[in-house]
């Protein structure tokens, strides 16, 4: 079940509830994406997209679809936004652990 939650006022999260702690996903903090639509051509899963709310800005960000992340921190590098996009790499755990 995919869960939307907020992780403060304007950083939008869409992660697995269940896996929480297993995922890599990405945080893009809407006061400060210009939708310059960088990460969205230059991501290598496509999962990254233009969304449909407008920011205090004026701009259409751009949000995470929730799954899908390898967490190769492409979208992070080409931004030229500094602190826009957060990639949180997350290990997979093993039953056993």
């Given at each position: 079940?995919?869960?939307?939650?907020?992780?403060?006022?304007?950083?939008?999260?869409?992660?697995?509830?269940?896996?929480?702690?297993k995922k890599t996903c990405v945080i893009v903090k809407?006061?400060?994406?210009k939708a310059c639509g960088l990460c969205i051509e230059?991501?290598?899963?496509?999962?990254?997209?233009?969304g449909k709310t407008i920011s205090g800005m004026g701009?259409?960000?751009?949000?995470?679809?929730?799954?899908?992340?390898?967490?190769?921190?492409?979208?992070?590098?080409?931004?030229?936004?500094?602190?826009?996009?957060?990639?949180?790499?997350?290990?997979?755990?093993?039953?056993?652990?």
């Amino acid at each position: 079940m995919l869960q939307k939650s907020k992780d403060s006022e304007n950083d939008t999260i869409i992660s697995d509830a269940n896996n929480l702690h297993k995922k890599t996903c990405v945080i893009v903090k809407s006061e400060l994406c210009k939708a310059c639509g960088l990460c969205i051509e230059f991501c290598p899963k496509k999962v990254l997209h233009r969304g449909k709310t407008i920011s205090g800005m004026g701009y259409e960000y751009t949000v995470y679809c929730g799954e899908g992340c390898i967490g190769c921190g492409t979208c992070f590098y080409v931004c030229p936004e500094p602190g826009a996009i957060t990639v949180i790499k997350r290990k997979l755990l093993n039953d056993n652990e």
